[in-house]
């Protein structure tokens, strides 16, 4: 069993810089992978970014490459998502996920099933 619990979210204007963090609480942290996805009011639940248990594959959305870093410490067992130059688009409940890195995680990390505990999120708000 995984508890996670985000933090870091928050009203920022657009242009601004926001650092979350999902700490993670249980047994073998360091054998999951982790995912950031996001939600929009009326939308689907979006993935965001991805990192692999040891921290050296990580993924990004194409509306998060280049801005976010998604990054982990197991000594903390706590992963961070870095995010600059926000717009409003950015706007939603983020939440972390933690999946058992299986050889099908590295075709499916985008996806919601590979993924078996979540947090409640956090929410982002970008003011224009």
């Known amino acids: 069993q995984v508890r996670l619990l985000e933090s870091g979210g928050g009203l920022v204007q657009a242009g601004g810089s926001l650092r979350l963090s999902c700490a993670a609480t249980?047994?073998?942290?360091?054998?999951?992978?982790m995912g950031w996805f996001r939600q929009a009011p009326g939308a689907e639940r979006e993935f965001v970014s991805a990192?692999?248990?040891?921290?050296?594959?990580?993924y990004y959305s194409d509306s998060a490459k280049g801005r976010f870093t998604i990054s982990r410490d197991n000594a903390k067992d706590t992963v961070y998502l870095e995010m600059n130059s926000l717009n409003f688009a950015d706007t939603a409940v983020y939440f972390c996920?933690?999946?058992?890195?299986?050889?099908?995680?590295?075709?499916?990390?985008?996806?919601?099933?590979?993924?078996?505990?979540w947090g409640q999120g956090t929410q982002v708000t970008v003011s224009s």
């Open positions: 996920a933690a999946g058992l890195q299986t050889p099908d995680y590295y075709s499916y990390y985008r996806r919601r099933d590979p993924y078996d505990y």
């Open positions: 990192i692999t248990w040891s921290g050296s594959r990580t």
């Open positions: 249980g047994r073998n942290f360091d054998k999951y992978a």
